[in-house]
Structure formats: structure tokens, C-alpha cells
């Protein structure tokens, strides 16, 4: 019998206890105020610099190996593309695209950031497209375009046709044809396409105040009751601990600690192998199977090809949560620690008397011989 209520209380511990225990470190670990913080403002800056040399060196690979591509026509643009003289990352910079970035797209992170952590009084917000605009009507945007376009064969009359339809629509069902139609139709494209542009609404409101309110009031009602989570753990922890504990509150402290140590500590230890294998399966899974594949213009090779070259990306953008799982973890193993530690310092409770005595040795020798 007291075997059975040992490996029943353990059970308890080790399978629903240590469980519910993992899941309640993974979902205070998403809400910390570091998580928000690297996401709307380190994760950002860091991509900024890590994505358009990436950008290059995926062209790179393309050029290199045009057989990757699927699609005749995109290899051709591909080819066209890599032979400029200038590369993705330096018309990211001239153009201005990498200022707007970092001025008016994290501007409006840092702000979604502050509300969600509570820090700032709920206020509308909303995103300044004109530096956009000017950055894609830039003079070093229609050098490149036009630099591309001059490294493209001479189009034939038909082409120049097609081309021109493909123009006005400018759609994956509908794209241009891999010629240039001479500098003049290139020039009358882009200056189709920049008053299109200017069509376009120049400041975009992403969040109405209301809608801030609305987030704010949920962070400042969330935030206190984040650490209930380990509510569930903590009442099963007792639970199994009651019933596994023989000899007081020393099996007691000692079950429970050693339960709170066997599911942070891995976790702790693990973390970043856990990183490891989260962007593994990002990049050799789901996003080779589902992105790239359904688009229908990448053979397998590109899929590796790019979902390799993306891992620096995966990286950066794991990293917070790994750090996050992290700190959690430390705090719930230094507690199963001390609680495991505790039981250890506790002696048991000696028997007031004779006749208490032999009444707990008398309750020992049944359960043995159960």
C-alpha cells in the first residue's frame, strides 16, 4: 500500500506537476518585460543590420546558380540584378529606405513597446509614410532600376507590348517580361509608378487611442496576475508532495524540490540547444515546406539555399525568448534548490512520549508489512 501511494504521488509530481510546471515557465517567460523590449526595440535594430547583407549574399547564390530558380523568366532578372553596379544593401542606405527604418519604424515599435509594458499613457499612433515615399522616388532607386534594366536583352515589339500591360499591373500573375523596352519606356514606367506613389496616403493610423486604451487597461490587469499561472503547478506540487511524503515535512519539501529542480533545470541547461533546434526546424521545416514551396518558383535547392542563409535572421530573433526561458528557469530552479535543500535541515519530529512512540512504530512495522 505504501508503495502504491508513493508511485502514485510521484506520478502525480513527475507528469502533471513538472508539466504544467514547464508550460508556466514558457508562458511567463513570453510576457516579461525583456521579451517586449528585444522584439520592439533591440530585435528590430539588429535585423536592420543583419538582413541586407543578407539580401546580397542570397543574390549572390542566385546568380551563381540560376538553376535554382524554376521559372526561366525570374532567372533571367535574377542574372540582370546581380551584373549591376550597385547591391541591394547599398540602395538600401542611399535611398533612404534604411533611415525611414529606423526612424519612423521604430519610433512606432518603441511606442507599441512602452504601451505594452505600461509605461506610457494610451495615445494613438500611427506610422509617417513620406520618408517612405521619397526614399522609393529617389533618385538612387530609379538609378538602380534603370542600371537593371540596361543589363536586360532588347525586347521585341511584341515584348514591348507585354511589358508595357505588365507595367500598369505590376502582379505575381502578371510579371514583366525579362527585356528591356528602352530607356524611354523605363523612365515613363517609373514615373507612372512614383505618381501612383504619391496617390497614396502619407501618414497611416495603426492604433486608435481607443484601441490603446483598450491594451493598456489589458497589460495593467494581466501584468499582476501573470505569475498565477504557476497557481496550477503549485497546487498540484502540493498534492503530489501530500501524498508521496512518509516522514513529515521533510519528504514533503524534499518531493517538491526535487520536482521544481528536474523541470527548470534542464530548461536552464538546455536553452540554448532549445534555440537551436527551434530555428533548425523554422528553417529546414516550415519555411522550406510552406513558403517556399507554395510559391511555386523556387526548386529545393533554393528552398536550402535560403533557408540557410536566413539562420543568422532565425538567430537573432530566437535569442530574446531563449533569454527569457532563461531567467525564468534560474528563478524556479534557485526556489526547488532551496526547498530541496530545506528538507534536508529539517529533523524529523521526535514522539512527545513513550506511548506516542510506540504507536509510530507500530503504524511503521504495518505498512512495512503491507
Same mark, same amino acid.
Given at each position: 500500500?505504501?508503495?502504491?501511494?508513493?508511485?502514485?504521488?510521484?506520478?502525480?509530481?513527475?507528469?502533471?506537476?513538472?508539466?504544467?510546471?514547464?508550460?508556466?515557465?514558457?508562458s511567463v517567460a513570453f510576457f516579461q518585460d525583456s521579451m517586449i523590449d528585444a522584439y520592439t526595440n533591440k530585435v528590430p535594430t539588429q535585423l536592420t543590420r543583419e538582413?541586407?547583407?543578407?539580401?546580397?549574399?542570397?543574390?549572390?547564390v542566385f546568380s551563381k546558380n540560376p538553376d535554382i530558380l524554376n521559372d526561366p523568366n525570374k532567372q533571367a532578372w535574377i542574372q540582370a540584378i546581380s551584373r549591376s553596379?550597385?547591391?541591394?544593401?547599398?540602395?538600401?542606405?542611399?535611398?533612404?529606405?534604411?533611415?525611414?527604418?529606423?526612424?519612423?519604424? #521604430?519610433?512606432?515599435?518603441?511606442?507599441?513597446?512602452?504601451?505594452?509594458?505600461?509605461?506610457?499613457?494610451?495615445?494613438?499612433?500611427?506610422?509617417?509614410?513620406?520618408?517612405?515615399?521619397?526614399?522609393?522616388?529617389?533618385?538612387?532607386?530609379?538609378?538602380?532600376?534603370?542600371?537593371? #534594366?540596361?543589363?536586360?536583352?532588347?525586347?521585341?515589339?511584341?515584348?514591348t507590348k507585354e511589358w508595357q500591360t505588365a507595367w500598369l499591373t505590376l502582379s505575381a500573375n502578371n510579371p514583366l517580361p525579362a527585356c528591356s523596352p528602352g530607356v524611354?519606356?523605363?523612365?515613363?514606367?517609373?514615373?507612372?509608378?512614383?505618381?501612383?506613389?504619391?496617390?497614396?496616403?502619407?501618414?497611416?493610423?495603426?492604433?486608435?487611442?481607443?484601441?490603446?486604451?483598450?491594451?493598456?487597461?489589458?497589460?495593467?490587469?494581466?501584468?499582476?496576475?501573470?505569475?498565477?499561472?504557476?497557481?496550477?503547478?503549485?497546487?498540484?506540487?502540493?498534492?503530489?508532495?501530500?501524498?508521496?511524503?512518509?516522514?513529515?515535512?521533510?519528504?514533503?519539501?524534499?518531493?517538491?524540490? #526535487?520536482?521544481?529542480?528536474?523541470?527548470?533545470?534542464?530548461?536552464?541547461?538546455?536553452?540554448?540547444?532549445?534555440?537551436?533546434?527551434?530555428?533548425?526546424?523554422?528553417?529546414?521545416?516550415?519555411?522550406?515546406?510552406?513558403?517556399?514551396?507554395?510559391?511555386?518558383?523556387?526548386?529545393?535547392?533554393?528552398?536550402?539555399?535560403?533557408?540557410?542563409?536566413?539562420?543568422?535572421?532565425?538567430?537573432?530573433?530566437?535569442?530574446?525568448?531563449?533569454?527569457?526561458?532563461?531567467?525564468?528557469?534560474?528563478?524556479?530552479?534557485?526556489?526547488?534548490?532551496?526547498?530541496?535543500?530545506?528538507?534536508?535541515?529539517?529533523?524529523?519530529?521526535?514522539?512527545?512520549?513513550?506511548?506516542?512512540?510506540?504507536?509510530?512504530?507500530?503504524?511503521?512495522?504495518?505498512?512495512?508489512?503491507?
Open positions: 500500500m505504501d508503495l502504491i501511494r508513493k508511485v502514485l504521488g510521484w506520478g502525480i509530481l513527475l507528469s502533471l506537476g513538472a508539466t504544467s510546471l514547464v508550460g508556466a515557465i514558457m538582413v541586407p547583407p543578407i539580401l546580397d549574399r542570397t543574390l549572390q553596379s550597385m547591391k541591394p544593401s547599398e540602395v538600401f542606405v542611399k535611398s533612404g529606405l534604411k533611415a525611414w527604418t529606423e526612424k519612423e519604424l #521604430f519610433s512606432v515599435l518603441r511606442e507599441l513597446g512602452e504601451l505594452a509594458r505600461g509605461r506610457s499613457k494610451a495615445h494613438g499612433i500611427k506610422i509617417n509614410y513620406r520618408p517612405l515615399h521619397q526614399a522609393l522616388a529617389s533618385p538612387a532607386i530609379r538609378a538602380y532600376a534603370e542600371d537593371i #534594366f540596361s543589363k536586360l536583352p532588347a525586347c521585341s515589339p511584341e515584348k524611354v519606356h523605363v523612365r515613363e514606367g517609373l514615373d507612372k509608378l512614383i505618381a501612383e506613389l504619391k496617390k497614396k496616403p502619407l501618414e497611416e493610423v495603426i492604433i486608435q487611442t481607443a484601441e490603446a486604451r483598450e491594451l493598456v487597461g489589458g497589460v495593467a490587469l494581466m501584468r499582476p496576475l501573470m505569475w498565477l499561472v504557476f497557481f496550477v503547478p503549485f497546487v498540484l506540487l502540493m498534492i503530489g508532495g501530500l501524498v508521496v511524503s512518509s516522514t513529515g515535512a521533510r519528504g514533503f519539501l524534499m518531493s517538491i524540490g #526535487f520536482t521544481l529542480v528536474i523541470s527548470a533545470g534542464p530548461m536552464l541547461l538546455f536553452s540554448s540547444m532549445i534555440q537551436r533546434a527551434m530555428v533548425q526546424f523554422a528553417s529546414s521545416n516550415a519555411m522550406e515546406s510552406s513558403l517556399y514551396r507554395r510559391a511555386a518558383i523556387f526548386s529545393d535547392k533554393a528552398a536550402r539555399e535560403i533557408a540557410e542563409l536566413s539562420l543568422p535572421v532565425l538567430r537573432q530573433m530566437t535569442q530574446p525568448l531563449a533569454v527569457s526561458v532563461q531567467q525564468v528557469s534560474t528563478w524556479v530552479f534557485v526556489v526547488g534548490m532551496l526547498t530541496f535543500v530545506l528538507s534536508f535541515l529539517i529533523a524529523a519530529r521526535r514522539p512527545r512520549n513513550a506511548a506516542e512512540g510506540e504507536a509510530v512504530e507500530v503504524v511503521r512495522v504495518i505498512r512495512r508489512r503491507r
